[in-house]
């Protein structure tokens, strides 16, 4: 009888190598974390100057600058899910070798009676077939809708238009500014009110 998975290559798997995989994708998520608390911080660095500067042309271009990183972010973000994801199974896999090895030493019944089960095999191969196929078609999807997204880039509007976000952040901006002044004012009433106090004090 023809069996497909006859060649099996997680025969040659080593506990090594998985946990040394392990290690090296968790250190991959360690620097994809730290990118992304890096764009964070230049984020919120760029709104307060934004929200300070008076300049309606630096506004805009903090505004679009802001919205790149943001952009840069969400990808970076998606990669760190990746790679979470990518550990999970990993572990999963490491869980499923050190069963194995706690069975093949402790259980009564042999590995290979438990093989044997080639139904309940095949569907357990196929279940993790299904899993991988998912995972390819998530990046996959991605990637056409990143295609699909660049086909319909307009360049002159994005670098020099006014999208939604950037609007939005203006807003902002003249708010946080609105703010800013009316304190600044209320500060120098104060001030001077206090002045006026101490020279009728002095007179």
């Not at 090594?16 to 250190?27: A, H, P, T, Y």
């Not at 974390?33 to 760029?46: S, Y």
């Not at 973000?77 to 572990?91: T, V």
């Not at 950037?166 to 206090?194: A, G, H, P, R």
Request: charge should be neutral; include cysteine.
């Amino acid at each position: 009888m023809w069996w497909p998975f006859k060649r099996n290559k997680f025969k040659k798997i080593q506990r090594e190598d998985l946990v040394n995989s392990i290690c090296e994708l968790e250190r991959q998520e360690r620097t994809v974390e730290a990118e992304i608390f890096q764009l964070q911080k230049e984020i919120d660095m760029l709104m307060d100057k934004g929200k300070k500067e008076k300049t309606e042309e630096l506004k805009l271009f903090y505004a679009k600058k802001i919205n790149h990183l943001k952009e840069q972010k969400a990808s970076t973000m998606q990669k760190g899910m990746y790679l979470l994801y990518n550990i999970r199974l990993m572990n999963k896999l490491k869980e499923a070798y050190d069963s194995n090895a706690f069975y093949k030493t402790k259980t009564k019944v042999p590995l290979s009676e438990l093989l044997a089960d080639q139904k309940g095999l095949a569907k357990f191969l196929n279940k993790a077939l299904e899993t991988r196929i998912a995972s390819e078609d998530v990046l996959t999807s991605a990637d056409d809708l990143f295609t699909e997204i660049q086909g319909a880039y307009d360049t002159n509007e994005a670098i020099y238009g006014m999208k939604k976000d950037d609007e939005d952040l203006l807003t902002n901006f003249e708010k946080e500014q609105q703010i800013l002044d009316e304190q600044s004012l209320y500060e120098e009433s104060q001030v001077n009110k206090t002045k006026k106090k101490k020279m009728k004090m002095e007179e």
